[in-house]
Each structure stands twice: as structure tokens, then as C-alpha cells.
């Protein structure tokens, strides 16, 4: 079992920067790749971004290329969302999930690899 507890959201201007954090329970948390998911009112929930256990491949959702940050810090159990730039249209319930082994871009952006998610995180982007 393992438990994500996410921290770091708010409320931000457009153009401005957040860093959510995402701390995980146990003791295999190399084992786990982590993404990062939002879901905005009335829409789907979509990846924003993931990193496989080692952090030997990453992925990004086309719209947060180039502004956002995924890492992770295994001997913390932590994993990070760095967010720069951020946009109104980011505005969203951001979750953290763990998923064991993943590591193809496939397997690290399809909601259904990760077996635990996070409770979520509120990101509100101001116009």
C-alpha cells in the first residue's frame, strides 16, 4: 500500500510559478513511477507529466512542455511538479499517482497504470 499526500497548490497570477510536492509512504518508492494529473471542472481527467522509478524517462503533455518541471527525490519520496508560466486554462485539481514499473511514455501518460492517486491539490490561475 501506498499513500501520496500532495502539498504546494494556490492561487497564482497568470505568468507566475508554483512547485507542487507529492510525498509517498513505504519503502520501494524507487519502484514506482509517478505522474501527475489534472482534472478541471467539467472535463476529463488528463497527464500532465510523469517519471519513470529511477527518473531515466520523463514525459509532458504537449500544452506544459517547456513550462513545467516533473523530478523526483528517492531518498525523500517525494516527487515534484515544478509549474513556470503557468496559464489560466491550467486551472485544475492537480493529482499525484504512483504506478509500479512503468516506463514507456504509453504506460507513463494512461491514468490506468497508476494504482494510487493521491486526495489532489487545487492550482487556480488568475487572468
Known amino acids: 500500500q501506498v499513500q501520496l499526500v500532495e502539498l504546494g497548490g494556490g492561487l497564482v497570477q497568470a505568468g507566475g510559478s508554483l512547485r507542487l510536492s507529492c510525498a509517498a509512504s513505504?519503502?520501494?518508492?524507487?519502484?514506482?513511477?509517478m505522474g501527475w494529473f489534472r482534472q478541471a471542472p467539467g472535463k476529463e481527467r488528463e497527464s500532465v507529466a510523469a517519471i519513470s522509478g529511477t527518473g531515466g524517462n520523463t514525459y509532458y503533455e504537449d500544452s506544459v512542455k517547456g513550462r513545467f518541471t516533473i523530478s523526483r527525490d528517492n531518498a525523500k519520496n517525494t516527487v515534484y511538479l515544478r509549474m513556470n508560466s503557468l496559464k489560466p486554462e491550467d486551472t485544475a485539481v492537480y493529482y499525484c499517482a504512483a504506478g509500479r514499473w512503468a516506463y514507456r511514455d504509453h504506460e507513463l501518460k494512461t491514468a490506468a497504470t497508476y494504482d494510487y492517486w493521491g486526495q489532489g491539490t487545487q492550482v487556480t490561475v488568475s487572468s
Open positions: 513505504g519503502r520501494t518508492f524507487s519502484n514506482y513511477a
